[in-house]
């Protein structure tokens, strides 16, 4: 089962394309990310990520077997934890969360951890630097360790936290020396890569070392609408740095499809 767990709408996909790409990429299983980065959507606005949502929700909505859809919401903005509810009255799995403007321990985030966590709804935080110049001082790892205030909340955080790698290996491992099951752990971390390809065998060597494959999973980060290639160029990206790193094929079926299978709690395939 392959599963790519970090894919952006733009707003313009139709999901007779979508289906069609990760059928071309052989993936079963998409997460996607309602337009946040993209007009007439924005971060910054409450009205415009409320529409993004219920446009993704319309989006997923006769495909739920292979499309899992994250809302976009910002806690510094009113109505954050209304718009969490609304997310899952309309049937949208889990969040996407952006730093920016805030910082993870707030209290306008811990709200909406909270409500989150009682619906049973994972997160999927943006960690690390950002690639169109904002500032990424809101987004260190260790700042997401606020989220252990809410046990029952899962979440991953995208990008390995590049530059800050060592740091979000340093907050994954707490649950491995405390021997808590993967499956049930607050933190993964995915591999939608923010390091330059320079950095990228020496960042997933450490986490492989560090968090092994049952805390890693795959995300290509693509834009749709996209062509099935673009999303195998990214997958093709992770075997070749598998295929340096000697990892075992279990070990990359569990990256490629298990830790966010279990994350979202999908069923085996």
Request: aromatic residues 8%; negative net charge.
């Given at each position: 089962?392959?599963?790519?767990?970090?894919?952006h709408?733009?707003?313009?996909?139709?999901?007779?394309d979508?289906l069609?790409?990760?059928?071309e990429a052989?993936?079963d299983?998409?997460?996607?990310?309602?337009?946040?980065l993209?007009?007439?959507?924005?971060?910054?606005?409450?009205?415009a990520?409320?529409?993004a949502?219920?446009?993704?929700?319309?989006l997923v909505?006769?495909h739920?077997?292979?499309?899992v859809?994250?809302?976009?919401v910002?806690?510094?903005l009113?109505?954050?934890?209304?718009?969490v509810?609304?997310?899952?009255?309309?049937g949208?799995?889990g969040l996407?969360?952006?730093?920016?403007?805030?910082?993870?321990?707030?209290d306008?985030?811990?709200?909406?951890?909270?409500?989150?966590?009682?619906?049973?709804?994972p997160?999927?935080?943006h960690?690390?630097?950002f690639?169109?110049?904002?500032?990424g001082?809101?987004?260190?790892p260790?700042y997401?360790?606020?989220?252990r205030?809410?046990p029952?909340?899962?979440v991953t955080?995208?990008h390995?936290?590049?530059?800050?790698t060592?740091?979000?290996n340093a907050?994954g491992?707490?649950d491995r020396?405390n021997?808590?099951?993967?499956d049930?752990?607050q933190?993964?971390?995915d591999l939608s890569f923010?390091?330059?390809?320079?950095y990228?065998r020496?960042?997933?060597?450490?986490?492989?070392?560090v968090?092994?494959?049952?805390?890693?999973?795959?995300?290509?980060?693509r834009?749709?609408?996209?062509?099935g290639?673009?999303?195998?160029d990214?997958?093709?990206?992770v075997?070749?740095?598998?295929?340096?790193?000697?990892?075992?094929?279990?070990?990359?079926?569990r990256i490629?499809?298990?830790?966010?299978?279990?994350?979202?709690?999908?069923?085996?395939?």
């Amino acid at each position: 089962m392959v599963v790519d767990a970090h894919l952006h709408c733009s707003g313009r996909e139709q999901a007779d394309d979508v289906l069609r790409a990760l059928d071309e990429a052989r993936v079963d299983v998409a997460v996607l990310l309602a337009p946040f980065l993209t007009p007439p959507y924005t971060l910054h606005d409450a009205a415009a990520l409320a529409e993004a949502n219920a446009y993704l929700a319309r989006l997923v909505a006769d495909h739920r077997d292979r499309l899992v859809g994250l809302a976009v919401v910002n806690p510094a903005l009113p109505g954050a934890v209304d718009a969490v509810r609304d997310a899952h009255a309309r049937g949208l799995t889990g969040l996407k969360m952006v730093p920016s403007g805030w910082y993870p321990y707030d209290d306008c985030a811990h709200r909406v951890y909270a409500e989150a966590a009682a619906r049973r709804m994972p997160v999927l935080f943006h960690s690390g630097i950002f690639i169109d110049g904002r500032s990424g001082r809101y987004c260190r790892p260790v700042y997401f360790e606020a989220v252990r205030e809410h046990p029952d909340l899962k979440v991953t955080l995208a990008h390995l936290g590049w530059p800050w790698t060592d740091e979000a290996n340093a907050v994954g491992v707490i649950d491995r020396i405390n021997g808590v099951d993967p499956d049930v752990g607050q933190f993964r971390f995915d591999l939608s890569f923010g390091p330059p390809p320079i950095y990228r065998r020496d960042a997933l060597a450490r986490a492989l070392d560090v968090l092994t494959p049952a805390l890693l999973q795959f995300g290509s980060d693509r834009f749709l609408p996209c062509s099935g290639a673009h999303i195998a160029d990214a997958i093709r990206e992770v075997e070749a740095l598998f295929d340096q790193l000697a990892v075992s094929p279990p070990d990359r079926e569990r990256i490629m499809g298990g830790t966010a299978r279990a994350w979202l709690n999908l069923p085996a395939r």
